[in-house]
């Protein structure tokens, strides 16, 4: 590389989206960067020129490590959607016009579908007008739901989280009796796909019987077979174990978190604020049978656990960063950076890069096949395209007890509000 390279995060964060930021850090640097900035807020911010000089902040192989182990966007992240260029030029003037200032050869993000609208929309820019600066995507999302790649980082270490998590809620669940019985709920994360949801399976073991029903946000849910379930195995047993995706839907389209919340939120992207269906089918079903209910949302929990996060998962995510530099500086623009699985057993995995348009926007979502006949559950076939993502296990920096992150940058530590 000749010049510098700007690297950003977007979308919702994850326990290994700083690890690619370590590996574009890294790779930039090797392969000869004079420097390498980080967008503060994602395209938000540096359209109001916030970005740091990622020197100040990574000075030893300590702080490589350190950063590859600290949960949420350590630059900030943003939901931030660019106008279509027929729309408004002077936003895409703007970018350029810091890009040109900086000298960025090459634009790293570091996001999911939405976050590749932005690679697709620069990058094109960049063409029709003739400007040398490359784009290129790095994928990251828990909810594995992007295109033309087998999975994405940030999902293997959200699904160890869970199903960890799902199996000491169930021992929980377990060891005390009411007379009516117990219902806990779990509400996972994922939006419209169910990758993560499905994960609960994970639990199931020789000492854990696993939850007793796992919806997705792929099949109808339908209220009436629900309460048909569960009366049926509150006969049986004394608690049962249901786990549900926040983006669960009836068959008329309607999420089920609406049917409990008054919240109307909507980011960016159009996606509404999915959070309550755990509450509201607790209450449900406490209603219906009188039995104690419990409803546990996993929240962001789930995607900012990296005390426990997963090795392939943490090592994933610093390669496909290096890999996005790579592509940059061999002169690939418009690109992202996808896992190629190679071999489940043993399990090995590659880079390569496919065109953005293709991914831009898409959601990748669980293929029929991989649940059951009455979609309450996962197959044997999920469980085993999950189980080598969430291997090995990537031991925490500890001081005094507690994992130690590497320090937030003073422009995050002020919570300062991006203007409007
Ligand atoms: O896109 C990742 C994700 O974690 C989804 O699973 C979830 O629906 C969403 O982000 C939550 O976003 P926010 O933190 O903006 O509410």
């Known amino acids: 590389m000749r010049k510098n390279v ?59 490590e350190l950063l590859k182990r600290t949960p949420a966007a350590f630059l900030g992240s943003c939901r931030f959607k660019l106008p279509e260029i027929f729309e408004d030029k002077s936003v895409y003037e703007k970018i350029f016009e ?31 007008t003739g400007h040398p600066t490359r784009f290129i995507g790095c994928p990251k999302t828990i909810d594995n739901d992007l295109a033309l790649t087998d ?10 989280y869970i199903g960890t998590s799902m199996k000491e809620i169930i021992r929980d669940s377990f060891c005390l009796e009411y007379s009516k019985g117990l219902v806990t709920i779990v509400e996972i994360m994922g939006r419209n796909a169910g990758w993560l949801t499905g994960a609960v399976a994970l639990s199931k073991g020789e000492d854990c019987e696993g939850p ?21 195995l509150l006969e049986e047993k004394n608690s049962v174990v249901v786990a ?11 999420y089920v978190c609406s049917l409990g919340s008054t919240t109307d939120f909507v980011d960016a992207f ?40 997963s090795r392939v998962d943490i090592l994933e995510a610093y390669q496909v ?16 950076v996808v896992l190629q699985r190679l071999s489940d057993d043993p399990y090995q995995c590659g880079t ?30 999920f469980v085993s395209y999950v189980k080598p993502l969430i291997q090995g296990d990537v031991s925490p920096v500890m001081v005094d007890g507690i994992p130690r992150h590497l320090y937030q940058p003073e422009e995050l530590r002020t919570r300062r509000k991006t203007k409007k």
């Not at 007793?212 to 049926?232: G, S, T, V, W």
């Open 212 to 232: 007793d029903l796992i919806y997705l946000p792929e099949i109808p849910f339908d209220m009436k077979a629900f309460c048909a379930r569960i009366k049926d």
């Open 6 to 64: 700007i690297v950003g995060q977007s979308g919702g964060p994850t326990a290994a989206i700083n690890s690619s930021l370590a590996g574009v850090y890294r790779t930039a640097i090797d392969r000869g960067a004079k420097k390498v900035f980080g967008m503060i807020y994602g395209v938000q911010g540096l359209l109001e020129e916030r970005y740091i000089d990622l020197s100040d902040h990574i000075k030893t192989e300590l702080d490589i």
């Open 270 to 309: 159009g996606h509404k604020q999915l959070s309550g269906t755990a509450a509201f089918l607790a209450n449900y079903v406490a209603g219906e049978f009188g039995c104690k209910t419990r409803a546990i949302e996993l929240s962001t929990l789930q995607r900012s656990a990296s005390h426990a996060a």
């Open 352 to 381: 390569e890069v496919k065109d953005v348009h293709k991914i831009a926007n898409d959601e990748k979502l669980v293929p029929r096949k991989w649940v059951n006949k009455e979609g309450t559950y996962v197959t044997n076939d």
């Open 98 to 128: 810091v890009l040109d200032k900086l000298e960025i050869e090459a634009f790293i993000y570091i996001g999911g579908n939405d976050s590749m609208d932005t690679i697709k929309k620069l990058s094109d820019y960049a063409i029709v």
């Open 321 to 336: 960063g290096g890999a996005a530099v790579k592509a940059a500086d061999e002169g690939d623009t418009g690109k992202m």
């Open 151 to 160: 999975h994405t980082p940030g999902f293997g270490s959200a699904a160890k």
């Open 244 to 254: 549900v995706s926040e983006g669960i839907k009836l068959d008329n389209g309607e």
